[in-house]
């Protein structure tokens, strides 16, 4: 019996998810045909309907139970009961409700099984943060080795495909001055270093870059920071400017009327020269640390929103909350400008760059009071975009459902207009970090490796009431075998592990946390190996999260008789072991017989080793801290007990044999140049060891 898709050839987005429906139903059954409006001769049908209109030619009443992006799947009625209809009021709605088919196909075998069911999207702006690496806020030897990559459109075809069939629809692309890349500024034509024909292929790729999204329903902003221009700019225009290796992205501010007149004519050339780019961003920090919070925002509304207003079309608008709060002034300038299509996307950092700490925002970008003025009161045309940064793993697959949804149904008030999910310190392009020669290494891309991440993210962030069971099969569609089920219970287990850390140990910018490495870094002493959290640390080290209490905290309540309600070290250190446990047991039930399963056990294995690690060196830190007060000799036996194989030490050492047999030494940002693997802190573990013991130098 023949199966007959019926859609509007000419929409792009349509188009991208009824071919991928195609393919799953040709897999099934011998006979697919794609037809256009009117031709329905086949039994079996499949009608997209995008508007009201299309949906009253077929007699399909469309209430408002569907929103914007929002699909519904309806069976036919009477003779049309084998008609599936895909009823949406837009393009990007249909699209969406097609992929739900295709992916219900799959589960299920069949069209007769397609369960009927409404969808709306959860936020209207879900997004992916993606640096770039070139021009890049970071310098690391992990970005230089991005940049063939994230040139080939190959790579971002496979990228922007995993994007829209997890429901992101934003692409944001990051760094410091995008203009040189992308234009040739009519008044300033040498501040563009390239010649003609290397600028052209740099505008072929730009420009079939935003189709390829927009074909996928995905909208794009070029977000970069201030103030900044080219160093052809700074060579032909300004040769008394400061010199290019002084001249990063942190500082006091570099700008003149000439610069403020480049950038004017970048933005506004950008724009009219791009017709595909959805919009920009700006960031009010970086090269700006003089001015004040008025003279910052006067400096983008007379560069940005002028060179805006001069453009030949109107653009959507990112404007990142400035780090030195002064709300009433960036919401003057958002709500009284008048020309910038709604709403304004206000970006906030999310527990500034750790967001894998609390589903509470308990932090903002620079630790500063006051950031609840941008949506106290409820803002008139813009929206709080909550920023998720991941700076805490780059290597473990990561897969945690329930923190997301918490997140979400904590921070999705209605002033809220979305997420973005992404990282300031990996760009997931080309895995640089398995080992090249392992039988598992079935992937290229980083991305990919991650995928059940980035569906986490994305179809929670659409849809927060999408059920484990989706996750599940798709783990199983993915390995060809009935794993699902346990393996996203293993990860759900030990993930736990980044938030646990992020509770306890105090932390504000990038570095200044790594939980997968168990680091805390900072600029001085990123390369010399200082970076591994010790147990001084734990011993000296404020809590992030203020329900739980600190080791030197609770060792002074016990010891004066105080009961608390916030988590204790111990509480959290038996915590961590049973959820290491339970993960552990749950990979005793799942096969080893394909070679990418065996390397996702790992990664849940190497979590449970970290939270043994944690577990055991909180308690040998509450056990140090009791000698320390009491003088106790036995506590400080029990320290080193603890600290010293088969304990702390032991799980260690268990876990570099298990990512060793993967992963290989490489680059990482919070490490400088010093390569990292989880064996490069062995002498760390030792030391602390010794520290408990009395016999450090």
């Not at 009477?78 to 393009?91: N, Q, R, W």
């Not at 790729?205 to 201030?226: D, P």
């Not at 970008?365 to 045309?381: A, I, L, R, V």
Request: proline share 5%; hydrophobic share 40%.
């Amino acid at each position: 019996m023949a199966t007959n898709v019926v859609y509007r050839r000419e929409s792009s987005m349509i188009h991208f998810a009824a071919a991928r429906l195609q393919e799953t139903l040709s897999k099934l059954e011998a006979s697919v045909q794609i037809s256009t409006r009117g031709s329905v001769a086949a039994i079996d049908r499949v009608i997209i309907l995008a508007d009201r209109s299309e949906a009253e030619q077929y007699g399909i009443e469309v209430d408002g139970a569907v929103t914007p992006e929002g699909f519904e799947l309806r069976r036919g009625e009477a003779d049309h009961t084998s008609t599936l209809f895909v009823i949406a009021g837009e393009e990007a709605g249909a699209m969406y409700g097609t992929l739900e088919l295709e992916e219900q196909l799959q589960r299920t075998g069949s069209l007769a099984d397609v369960q009927a069911c409404v969808v709306n999207a959860r936020f209207p702006f879900r997004a992916v943060k993606f640096n770039l690496p070139w021009s890049s806020y970071r310098k690391n030897a992990c970005f230089e080795l991005q940049k063939e990559t994230v040139r080939d459109l190959a790579f971002w075809q496979k990228f922007l495909d995993m994007m829209a069939v997890n429901r992101y629809n934003v692409l944001t692309l990051w760094n410091l001055h995008p203009f040189p890349y992308m234009i040739r500024p009519v008044h300033y034509p040498k501040a563009c270093p390239f010649t003609d024909e290397e600028l052209a292929e740099w505008k072929t790729y730009w420009s079939a870059l935003f189709r390829m999204a927009k074909q996928r329903g995905i909208e794009t902003y070029m977000v970069n920071w201030n103030i900044f221009v080219s160093e052809s700019f700074r060579e032909h225009y300004d040769p008394q400017a400061i010199s290019d290796e002084s001249f990063y992205h942190y500082g006091d501010s570099y700008s003149t009327e000439q610069i403020m007149q480049y950038t004017r004519e970048c933005v506004t050339q950008l724009i009219d020269e791009y017709p595909d780019l959805t919009g920009l961003g700006i960031s009010l920090g970086e090269r700006m640390n003089d001015m004040t919070a008025q003279s910052r925002q006067d400096w983008v509304n007379e560069v940005y929103f002028e060179g805006m207003r001069s453009a030949s079309r109107p653009v959507k608008f990112i404007h990142r909350a400035p780090f030195s709060v002064d709300p009433s002034i960036t919401r003057t300038a958002i709500e009284q400008n008048g020309f910038l299509p709604e709403p304004v996307w206000v970006e906030v950092k999310f527990n500034w760059s750790h967001a894998y700490s609390s589903p509470k925002l308990l932090l903002t970008h620079g630790g500063s009071d006051g950031m609840e003025g941008y949506w106290k009161p409820t803002p008139s045309n813009y929206k709080i975009t909550w920023m998720v940064r991941n700076e805490d793993f780059f290597t473990l697959r990561w897969a945690q459902p329930d923190f997301i949804r918490q997140h979400i149904a904590e921070n999705g008030q209605e002033y809220v207009g979305g997420y973005y999910v992404g990282s300031e310190c990996m760009i997931p392009g080309i895995d640089y970090s398995h080992s090249p020669d392992s039988d598992h290494l079935n992937w290229t891309y980083l991305f990919e490796k991650n995928w059940l991440y980035y569906m986490l993210w994305g179809r929670l962030l659409y849809d927060p009431a999408t059920k484990d069971e989706v996750f599940a099969q798709a783990i199983e569609r993915h390995y060809r075998a009935p794993v699902g089920e346990t393996l996203l219970q293993a990860y759900a287990s030990v993930c736990k592990m980044p938030m646990a850390l992020a509770s306890m140990y105090a932390f504000t910018w990038d570095f200044t946390l790594y939980a997968e490495g168990f680091l805390s870094t900072d600029e001085a002493e990123y390369d010399n190996g200082a970076s591994f959290i010790s147990l001084q640390d734990l011993l000296e080290r404020k809590t992030f999260n203020p329900d739980y209490l600190s080791v030197s905290e609770y060792v002074e309540q016990e010891l004066n008789g105080v009961v608390s309600n916030r988590v204790t070290p111990l509480q959290l250190a038996d915590t961590l072991q049973a959820d290491a446990m339970e993960g552990l047991q749950r990979l005793d039930a799942l096969p080893c017989d394909q070679p990418e399963l065996c390397c996702e056990k790992a990664d849940i294995e190497a979590w449970a080793y970290l939270n043994l690690y944690m577990a055991d060196k909180l308690r040998a830190a509450v056990a140090y801290r009791r000698y320390e007060r009491t003088g106790d000799e036995s506590q400080r036996q029990q320290a080193v007990r603890l600290l010293q194989a088969p304990q702390a030490a032991g799980h260690w050492e268990k876990l570099v044999a298990v990512t060793s047999s993967h992963y290989k030494e490489h680059p990482l940002m919070h490490l400088g140049k010093t390569p990292f693997s989880w064996a490069l802190f062995r002498p760390q573990v030792r030391a602390d060891i010794a520290f408990a013991a009395g016999d450090q130098q």
